[in-house]
């Protein structure tokens, strides 16, 4: 096992890290930027290091600075977390070139998984359903049409190098394709740097379902059920669930089986979520990420299983200390991601946290970096915490999460608490009738 974890992140995930580090004795460097020397995550972990200033660019992007920070501190391994560089398969390849552990998949399959087309043709391979669509980028206009004409409008064009919900254009007819093409391709070379695009066909109401899994590197694969996130806004999650309110037990393990099979025989290590749209009982893949997911709670409240502690486990070399017959899914839990935000109107809203008084109880689990007198940044995402919630039915899930929301105090900047207690008393949300567009249409409506 690791003596010490260098955490290459911040916020309530380089919190989340660092607990799971302590319960396994492992001792744990915070890396972070100037603005953030009096965060939670410095305040917790054995040592820090400075890494550079405010913008993410020269701090937390910062590959140099974060290496250096692991060699003099003597790290033996590197955490990613989710978002900045854990799904940067250079970042991962020089990690281990300077003999430290990278706590995530191969390099290769971090690529792989990251080109949305490959990963795409290489699932389909492997028995996985997809979304009907182009098998690589498009290449001319004419060929466009052909296919376009072939899945059906609407389509959707998406960039190969896409993530974060950016650079998707829905396209409903013939003459509208065309310059929807140029406009995604021209976005997606400003945004990633690779202007590739492929169209799929727009799926009209579906939910937004992925199951989340474990791989040992050696051909074993085991899957934690599913999580419905089809609650999201402009292609972010918002609020999420497991289990799903629309799969029942058969459906779930078909699914399940599904995608460790494939998984399986590309020997995939690490933790990962392969999300699907779910449509008229069909799944489709749409990507896969290999990595942590900050929706992963909810899961790990279902099954028992904390999955960083196994991430960890395994990448030192252990085998997964449970096996599929292992996992049970009891009662239901909900996540509800709040954001420094304004919630009728969604903007950024950083500043002074002058009172902070988080809810309790049973069932309750709050996973934030926030303390009273801390102030949010601006320069980073607005996640400030995640409110999870247990019980054994949905039902008392949502009544125990209304009694948490009005619990939870956060005084001097705006949140989106008020967002999800309006969502959650909603009937359509009560009766599980919801899909990706639900969320959009509610907040416009309300
Ligand atoms: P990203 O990596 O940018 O997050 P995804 O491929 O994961 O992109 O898609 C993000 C969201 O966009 C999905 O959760 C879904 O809401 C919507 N979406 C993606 N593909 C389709 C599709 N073919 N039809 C309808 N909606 C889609």
Same mark, same amino acid.
């Given at each position: 096992?690791?003596?010490?974890?260098?955490?290459?992140?911040?916020?309530?995930?380089?919190?989340?890290?660092?607990?799971?580090?302590?319960?396994?004795?492992?001792?744990?460097?915070?890396?972070?930027?100037?603005?953030?020397?009096?965060?939670?995550?410095?305040?917790?972990?054995?040592?820090?290091?400075?890494?550079?200033?405010?913008?993410?660019?020269?701090?937390?992007?910062?590959?140099?600075?974060?290496?250096?920070?692991?060699?003099?501190?003597?790290?033996?391994?590197? =955490?990613? /977390?989710?978002?900045?560089? $854990?799904?940067?398969?250079?970042?991962?390849? #020089?990690? %281990? &070139?300077?003999?430290?552990?990278?706590?995530?998949?191969?390099?290769?399959?971090?690529?792989?998984?990251?080109?949305?087309?490959?990963?795409?043709?290489?699932?389909?391979?492997?028995?996985?359903?997809?979304?009907?669509?182009?098998?690589?980028?498009?290449?001319?206009?004419?060929?466009?049409?052909?296919?376009?004409?072939?899945?059906?409008?609407?389509?959707?064009?998406?960039?190969?190098?896409?993530?974060?919900?950016?650079?998707?254009?829905?396209?409903?007819?013939?003459?509208?394709?065309?310059?929807?093409?140029?406009?995604?391709?021209?976005?997606?070379?400003?945004?990633?740097?690779?202007?590739?695009?492929?169209?799929?066909?727009?799926?009209?109401?579906?939910?937004?379902?992925?199951?989340?899994?474990?791989?040992?590197?050696?051909?074993?694969?085991? =899957?934690? /059920?599913?999580?419905?996130? $089809?609650?999201?806004?402009?292609?972010?999650? #918002?609020? %999420? &669930?497991?289990?799903?309110?629309?799969?029942?037990?058969?459906?779930?393990?078909?699914?399940?089986?599904?995608?460790?099979?494939?998984?399986?025989?590309?020997?995939?290590?690490?933790?990962?979520?392969?999300?699907?749209?779910?449509?008229?009982?069909?799944?489709?893949?749409?990507?896969?990420?290999?990595?942590?997911?900050?929706?992963?709670?909810?899961?790990?409240?279902?099954?028992?299983?904390?999955?960083?502690?196994?991430?960890?486990?395994?990448?030192?070399?252990?085998?997964?200390?449970?096996?599929?017959?292992?996992?049970?899914?009891?009662?239901?839990?909900?996540?509800?991601?709040?954001?420094?935000?304004?919630?009728?109107?969604?903007?950024?809203?950083?500043?002074?946290?002058?009172?902070?008084?988080?809810?309790?109880?049973?069932?309750?689990?709050?996973?934030? /970096?926030?303390?009273?007198?801390?102030?949010?940044?601006?320069?980073?995402?607005?996640?400030?915490?995640?409110?999870?919630?247990?019980?054994?039915?949905?039902?008392?899930?949502?009544?125990?999460?209304?009694?948490?929301?009005?619990?939870?105090?956060?005084?001097?900047?705006?949140?989106?608490?008020?967002?999800?207690?309006?969502?959650?008393?909603?009937?359509?949300?009560?009766?599980?009738?919801?899909?990706?567009?639900?969320?959009?249409?509610?907040?416009?409506?309300?």
């Amino acid at each position: 096992m690791f003596d010490k974890i260098l955490i290459a992140n911040r916020g309530e995930i380089a919190l989340r890290v660092h607990r799971a580090c302590k319960e396994l004795g492992i001792r744990t460097v915070a890396v972070h930027s100037t603005a953030d020397s009096d965060a939670m995550h410095v305040r917790l972990a054995d040592e820090s290091v400075c890494i550079g200033p405010p913008p993410a660019n020269e701090s937390y992007l910062n590959i140099p600075a974060i290496i250096t920070a692991a060699t003099v501190t003597n790290a033996d391994a590197i =955490h990613p /977390g989710y978002g900045f560089l $854990s799904e940067n398969a250079n970042f991962a390849s #020089i990690v %281990e &070139e300077h003999d430290i552990c990278f706590i995530g998949p191969t390099a290769d399959h971090i690529a792989l998984m990251g080109d949305k087309i490959a990963s795409k043709n290489k699932v389909d391979e492997l028995g996985i359903p997809v979304v009907p669509g182009s098998e690589g980028a498009i290449e001319n206009i004419k060929d466009a049409h052909a296919m376009a004409e072939e899945i059906g409008y609407p389509i959707l064009i998406k960039a190969s190098a896409g993530g974060g919900g950016r650079g998707m254009k829905i396209v409903h007819k013939k003459s509208e394709l065309e310059g929807s093409i140029k406009e995604a391709g021209t976005e997606a070379l400003t945004a990633f740097g690779n202007g590739a695009v492929y169209m799929e066909k727009f799926l009209q109401n579906p939910r937004h379902i992925e199951i989340q899994v474990i791989g040992d590197g050696k051909g074993t694969v085991v =899957h934690l /059920g599913e999580r419905d996130c $089809s609650l999201q806004r402009r292609h972010q999650k #918002i609020l %999420e &669930e497991a289990g799903s309110p629309a799969l029942n037990s058969n459906v779930r393990d078909n699914i399940g089986e599904t995608t460790c099979n494939a998984l399986s025989s590309l020997h995939y290590r690490n933790a990962g979520t392969v999300e699907f749209l779910y449509e008229g009982g069909e799944f489709y893949f749409i990507e896969m990420n290999t990595r942590l997911q900050v929706e992963h709670p909810v899961t790990e409240m279902v099954t028992g299983i904390d999955i960083v502690r196994e991430q960890i486990k395994i990448a030192s070399g252990s085998d997964i200390s449970f096996s599929q017959n292992d996992i049970t899914f009891n009662g239901h839990a909900i996540e509800c991601r709040i954001n420094a935000e304004t919630p009728i109107d969604f903007r950024p809203s950083p500043g002074k946290v002058s009172t902070y008084h988080p809810p309790g109880g049973i069932g309750v689990r709050v996973d934030s /970096g926030l303390y009273s007198g801390y102030s949010v940044l601006p320069h980073y995402d607005s996640l400030i915490s995640k409110l999870v919630v247990h019980a054994t039915s949905r039902n008392e899930c949502l009544m125990r999460l209304n009694r948490a929301l009005e619990e939870y105090v956060i005084n001097g900047i705006e949140t989106t608490i008020p967002l999800h207690q309006e969502i959650i008393k909603n009937r359509d949300f009560v009766n599980g009738d919801y899909n990706i567009h639900w969320l959009e249409n509610f907040v416009e409506t309300r």
